[in-house]
Every structure is written in C-alpha cells, then in structure tokens.
C-alpha cells in the first residue's frame, strides 16, 4: 500500500525559509517520478518542482532559483528547501510520485498524470 506523508510547513515572513519533507512507503522515491505541487484557495493545483529516477530536475518559472527538490534514498523520502518565501507562495504543498517519468510528463507537471499523492503541508507566508 502506498502512502506518502508530507511535513514541515508552517507560518514564515517573506523571505523566509523552509524544507518540507514527504516520507514515503509502498514505493521508491528513487524509483519513482516525484513531484511537489500546491493549491492556494480558490485555485487550481499547479506543479512546483519534479525529480527523475535517474537525478533530473524541473521546476516552475514561479519558483526557479528559490526552491530546490532532492530525495534520500537511505530515508526514501522526498524534500522542497524552500528559500526567499514570498506570501505568493502560501499554498498547500502536496508531494505526488507516479512510476514512468517521461520527459515531457517532467516537465509539464500536470497533477492529472500523478496518480499518488500525500495529504499535504500548509504552508503560509506573511509580508
């Protein structure tokens, strides 16, 4: 049975930091095509940062420069060091894994090709 429980978040100013953390089980984060998402209220869920099994990274032009996406293997979980926060990136983050990681599915990053996915970590950021 897969689960993934995602960790972390909380209440930070602008500028701010912070690591989420999704803890993984039922599956290999490193054998899987993860993904970290998130969905602001009254908005849709958009993908934030993808990682291939073989190491390769995407990210969100929202994002880029400010969030990185890394795993450990030894732990199987799934991370976002969440760096410069801006109160535009309050939103709950979601970690998602789905087994093929295609190119294209990598970058693209659309929440309909993941098929599992955590509970989510609120994540808010003041000005």
């Known amino acids: 049975q897969v689960s993934l429980v995602e960790s972390g978040g909380g209440s930070v100013q602008s500028g701010g930091s912070l690591r989420l953390s999704c803890a993984a089980s039922?599956?290999?984060?490193?054998?899987?095509?993860m993904g970290w998402f998130r969905q602001a209220p009254g908005k849709e869920r958009e993908g934030v940062a993808g990682?291939?099994?073989?190491?390769?990274?995407f990210y969100a032009d929202a994002v880029k420069g400010r969030l990185t996406i890394s795993r450990d293997s030894g732990k199987n979980t799934l991370y976002l060091q969440m760096n410069s926060l801006k109160p535009e990136d309050t939103a709950m983050y979601y970690c998602?894994?789905?087994?093929?990681?295609?190119?294209?599915?990598?970058?693209?990053?659309?929440?309909?090709?993941?098929?599992?996915w955590g509970q989510g970590t609120q994540v808010t950021v003041s000005s």
């Open positions: 039922g599956l290999s984060v490193s054998g899987n095509c």
């Open positions: 998602a894994a789905r087994p093929s990681c295609p190119a294209l599915i990598l970058q693209r990053l659309r929440k309909d090709d993941f098929a599992s």
């Open positions: 990682l291939g099994r073989l190491g390769s990274t």
